[in-house]
């Protein structure tokens, strides 16, 4: 079984702009709602293979992959239990003088079902947190 939730918005805030917030994802907290907290476990610009511990309310801590970055574009990182993998994708792509977000957030695995029954409220109100998060933010940049 596979879930995916997917959610995109224009931006009026620069691509780069916009990729700068999508990347510093220890700076989340500050400025999306639905997380609590975000550590590295490396440092250094964001990679393939960097990992994060994240803590979003109602939800137990989970440990955060990168396996996929596009830089400048977007990124995909996954967190895994059992019977379960969810996988977060983050993408900007230049719009005229703004920009374009699209997150998307994809469960498979034999309880993915249930995970969809059971959370998926929650996930599509975090994911659209999330996206007013980030366009909120980049819009706020001075220039």
Do not use: C, N
């Not at 917030?21 to 476990?41: F, G």
């Not at 990168?66 to 983050?90: D, K, N």
């Not at 003088?97 to 249930?114: E, F, K």
Request: glycine residues 8%.
């Amino acid at each position: 079984m596979t879930a995916e939730d997917r959610i995109a918005t224009a931006v009026d805030a620069p691509a780069e702009e916009v990729w700068s917030l999508l990347i510093d994802v220890e700076r989340w907290p500050a400025m999306i709602e639905s997380y609590e907290s975000v550590r590295r476990l490396d440092s250094g610009p964001l990679r393939v293979g960097s990992e994060a511990i994240v803590k979003q309310p109602w939800l137990p801590r989970a440990r955060w992959k990168v396996t996929q970055l596009q830089p400048g574009r977007s990124f995909a990182w996954e967190t895994a239990s059992p019977g379960i993998t969810t996988a977060g994708g983050h993408l900007v792509e230049p719009r005229g003088q703004g920009a374009t977000i699209t997150l998307t957030l994809r469960q498979h695995g034999p309880l993915a079902r249930l995970a969809q029954v059971l959370l998926g409220r929650r996930t599509r109100r975090y994911l659209s947190m999330e996206m007013e998060g980030f366009r909120r933010t980049a819009e706020s940049v001075p220039g």
